[in-house]
């Protein structure tokens, strides 16, 4: 996408703040307009107010945008995705997850053909783009010599359960939150293919998921950890390589990492604490985005690999 981007936003709840913020930021893009039915007050872009109006297809009856952003609770994105598709040219990246069960998948995939879905709709898999997990796929790709991935290990925990039962309400569970983070994390290092045991704790307020996955020709297993029983967040992930003894260790809260062999350091990455960590994470998505190759991890191909994954059932024998 070359020249001045004209972006419709569709949503102004909390995650909205971050898409304005960083947006923002973007050199040759303009706020074309908002779409919130229960808006808390007017959108402040760059010292202006775009045009706001209540719904999507309204929006688009006055405006053609070159990018639409679903930025709304996960049960609207296939409706809103579809109404963008149908009422405008634009590219559409919704919010992760795509959407809320594979019935809304299968719709979506149905409208190829018409719509052109594989090539307008992303979405975003912001993790992805977190520096210490590019920084990871990076090592992975520079060092061969290290084998294929036999073994990650990744846990994720967020204090939600202080929040009671509107932890439940806005999230569903642990696992429908943060396994969608964890598995487009690992669809950048490994190439996931079957989730293999699944485990649902605490009522849903923790989870331990385990999948297998291919790297340079070899099988290993993915053990996947989400729990919302904890003060505070922290989220961390650790990759084996089980042939050269090589492990590379990735702190998503602080956005750090390193790689060692034994007593051996062997790389490190480290981070300034000058960007706040959302927007470390969607600017390089945008940047991806709104250029002529926007990395796969954010296209409909990658969201249909996650999102079947995410919503597997195991093998009957392997479910507790």
């Known amino acids: 996408m070359s020249g001045s981007v004209q972006v419709g936003l569709v949503g102004l709840g909390h995650i909205a703040e971050t898409h304005l913020e960083v947006l923002a930021g973007l050199p040759d893009v303009s ?3 908002t779409v919130d039915p229960h808006p808390d007050g007017p959108v402040d872009f760059r010292g202006g107010t775009p045009p ?9 009856e006055v405006h053609q945008p070159d990018l639409v952003v679903i930025a709304t609770p996960t049960d609207t994105h296939a409706d809103l995705a579809e109404q963008a598709l149908a009422l405008s040219s634009a590219r559409v990246l919704v919010e992760k997850p795509l959407v809320h069960d594979l019935a809304a998948l299968d719709r979506l995939r149905a409208l190829d053909a018409k719509a052109d879905v594989r090539g307008r709709v992303f979405t975003a898999h912001h993790f992805a783009f977190s520096p210490e997990v590019r920084w990871a796929a990076q090592q992975l790709g520079e060092h061969p010599e290290w084998g294929p991935v036999t073994t990650i290990t990744s846990a994720f925990h967020d204090p939600y359960i202080l929040r009671g039962e509107q932890a439940f309400a806005s999230y569903g569970s642990s696992w429908m939150d943060s396994g969608i983070n ?3 994390v690992l669809a950048g290092l490994v190439d996931l293919t079957s989730l293999t045991s699944a485990t ?6 923790s989870a331990w998921c385990t999948f297998a996955f291919k790297s340079r020709g070899a099988t290993g297993t993915a053990r996947l950890r989400t729990s919302w029983l904890t003060g505070s967040s922290s989220k961390e992930t650790v ?13 998503h809260t602080a956005m750090t990492g390193f790689a060692a062999r034994g007593e051996t350091l062997l790389a490190a990455h480290t981070d300034d604490g000058r960007t706040p960590r959302k927007h470390a994470h969607y600017r390089p998505l945008y940047e991806s985005l709104l250029s002529d190759h926007p990395d796969t991890v954010l296209g409909f191909d990658a969201a249909v690999t996650v999102t079947q994954l995410h919503h597997a ?8």
């Open 31 to 33: 706020l074309d307009f």
């Open 52 to 60: 706001h109006y209540g719904g999507v297809a309204e929006a688009l």
């Open 182 to 184: 964890q598995l487009s």
């Open 200 to 205: 649902q704790l605490d009522g849903g307020a």
């Open 239 to 251: 990759i084996a390589f089980g042939e050269s003894g090589v492990e590379v260790w990735i702190d």
């Open 313 to 320: 059932t195991p093998p009957a024998s392997a479910v507790e």
